[in-house]
């Protein structure tokens, strides 16, 4: 899980919100991006667990790949609906149902692109379960996210406007203190593009002065952000070819469902050559942290086999200290509530370029956002440039390419219901 890199403790407005959590309350708590939404979470989750016992604490996410930040699983596959088409009225199974049971607390983590038949669906399998009418059979709930960053497949269908939402009572929360971005503009320019708002200013930022090219004194570029994982492909293939030295390449070591681990951000198949930019996609110290991007300076011999060796990694952070590295492999285990996966891997994959999807959650010091396909099809285009746009810490190291005022567009349902929420007074 991401940790904003300017947060240490908890906010005023977040200590407030954990507060309620630890008196049983279900809450839902959102806010713009940068706001510190996973740093709390994360806390909670640790303070549930301590509460009622890890086994009684369901962490789940939409997605796989936001389940893999928090160290869940899919809310799909906690509640024991394992196909898009299955009408769910009781448990898929004994396993299932006991975990329901001897479920205290829930987390939702990303509920934006949880859709409201889905949500409704949950409900009623927890109720059933447990035996009892409330929503999700009386369990705690905490549920976060963002519904102005990526919807529903079908985005008239938010959780807000599920049944089991108005029926569960959650105290709703919105966070408005910034971690991410430190700028003022920049901080209001990003909120009101969250909502849809765009004014001549933020036009000429966008299309003029984000249109340069940033110059580092560094080899570390910004990494390219697209909407199409095509494009990103086509990059990092690309520019790893264009380094004429000798190619070294990691293949993970899995053991269980490839279905498990396939939304993991370290590749299965690694490729890397000195010269390469990389990102650490696990956390390891308070500054190598997932996200941290850097080049590869050299290889080293892994004394563990024969024929083996590890990259050596310069990392440039924003204080402008250098952190040399040799990346080690790490592992990472999963679970979609039927069986476990593992994957050993070197925990890095090509940073040239990463999807707007991917880099959902990550904090990048330095970013390139093209627009061009923003809208393709099959894309959630509407929240697209938004997500991408706050990826970035400062105005500048951003650049823009390819932007036209129609790329911001935004759904008036979230705007409207997001002015119900309460907001902690600080």
Not at 59 to 77: D, P, Q
Not at 107 to 119: G, K, R, W
Not at 154 to 170: C, E, G, T, V
Not at 198 to 214: F, K, M, N
Request: aromatic share 8%; glycine share 6%.
């Amino acid at each position: 899980m991401e940790i904003p890199k300017h947060q240490q403790k908890l906010s005023t407005e977040q200590a407030a919100i954990l507060e309620e959590v630890k008196k049983g309350t279900s809450v839902f708590f959102t806010g713009s991006a940068g706001t510190g939404k996973s740093f709390l979470l994360r806390r909670i989750i640790k303070a549930m667990k301590d509460k009622y016992g890890s086994e009684a604490v369901a962490v789940t996410a939409s997605t796989g790949l936001a389940a893999t930040h928090i160290g869940g699983i899919t809310l799909n596959s906690f509640a024991g609906i394992f196909t898009s088409s299955e009408v769910a009225k009781k448990p898929a199974n004994d396993f299932v149902n006991t975990r329901w049971v001897q479920t205290r607390a829930l987390v939702i983590d990303e509920v934006s692109m949880i859709d409201a038949p889905l949500f409704d669906k949950v409900s009623t399998l927890g109720s059933t379960a447990r035996n009892r009418q409330e929503p999700f059979g009386g369990i705690q709930l905490i549920v976060t996210g963002d519904f102005f960053q990526l919807p529903p497949v079908k985005h008239d269908q938010y959780a807000f406007n599920s049944k089991a939402w108005r029926k569960a009572s959650l105290r709703s929360f919105n966070l408005k203190q910034v971690f991410r971005q430190r700028d003022p503009e920049f901080i209001a320019m990003l909120n009101d593009i969250r909502v849809g708002l765009l004014t001549d200013r933020y036009i000429q930022i966008l299309s003029d002065e984000c249109a340069a090219p940033v110059a580092y004194a560094d080899a570390i570029e910004p990494t390219h952000l697209y909407p199409v994982n095509r494009q990103v492909n086509a990059e990092n293939d690309q520019r790893l070819l264009r380094l004429e030295l000798p190619e070294h390449h990691f293949t993970a070591h899995d053991y269980g469902s490839d279905e498990v681990l396939k939304h993991l951000l370290c590749p299965k198949f690694l490729r890397l050559r000195k010269g390469a930019q990389v990102m650490r996609v696990k956390t390891k110290t308070a500054e190598l942290v997932n996200g941290v991007v850097g080049v590869v300076v050299g290889f080293q011999e892994d004394l563990s086999g024969p024929d083996r060796v590890l990259p050596i990694v310069e990392y440039s952070l924003m204080s402008g200290r250098k952190i040399v590295e040799t990346v080690e492999w790490d592992k990472w285990e999963r679970s979609d509530g039927r069986s476990t996966a593992s994957r050993t891997q070197i925990p890095l994959c090509l940073a040239w370029a990463l999807s707007i999807h991917k880099s959902q959650g990550q904090t990048i010091d330095r970013v390139r956002v093209d627009l061009n396909k923003i809208f393709a099809p099959g894309l959630q285009g509407k929240c697209q440039t938004y997500v991408a746009l706050s990826r970035a810490t400062c105005l500048e190291q951003l650049e823009v390419l390819n932007f036209t005022p129609q790329k911001v567009k935004v759904n008036m349902d979230v705007v409207n219901w997001t002015k119900t929420l309460e907001r902690i007074d600080i």
